[in-house]
């Protein structure tokens, strides 16, 4: 179960008009929870002169998704809540040569509070304390 889909079931008696603010809720708590952190992913979105180009790997990609979120797309495609973070890398890529941004899809929601996977496969888990 994804951090979202954990998050809606908080929201699981929302009425009709409150369902679209459950799911920007439940994205906002996932990408809270992703922020800093290293990810596992085999698809990346790049943005190049402000298109995007889904680009699959066959290997998995170690990422840091940004701690700042500013830079962050989401937005209503159709019922599908959407959101893309933007995420770094220890060494570029030449496949990405030319990305003016490089992105890691989390998971959608919709209106009526349904889920589509991330692209993301793991998350670092949190920190070890003392």
Not at 14 to 34: L, T
Not at 48 to 70: H, T
């Amino acid at each position: 179960m994804s951090t979202a889909e954990s998050d809606l079931r908080v929201h699981a008696g929302a009425s009709d008009a409150e369902q679209p603010r459950a799911a920007e809720c439940a994205a906002a708590c996932e990408r809270a929870r992703v922020a800093g952190r290293l990810v596992v992913a085999y698809e990346l979105v790049a943005r190049r002169a402000g298109c995007d180009e889904v680009i699959r790997f066959r290997n998995p990609l170690f990422l840091k998704v940004e701690a700042d979120c500013a830079r962050d797309t989401q937005a209503w495609n159709g019922d599908w809540l959407e959101s893309l973070w933007r995420v770094r890398f220890a060494r570029p890529l030449e496949r990405l040569g030319g990305a003016d941004s490089v992105f890691v899809r989390g998971t959608a929601v919709s209106r009526d509070l349904r889920t589509r996977a991330a692209a993301i496969v793991m998350a670092q888990s949190e920190p070890r304390t003392a």
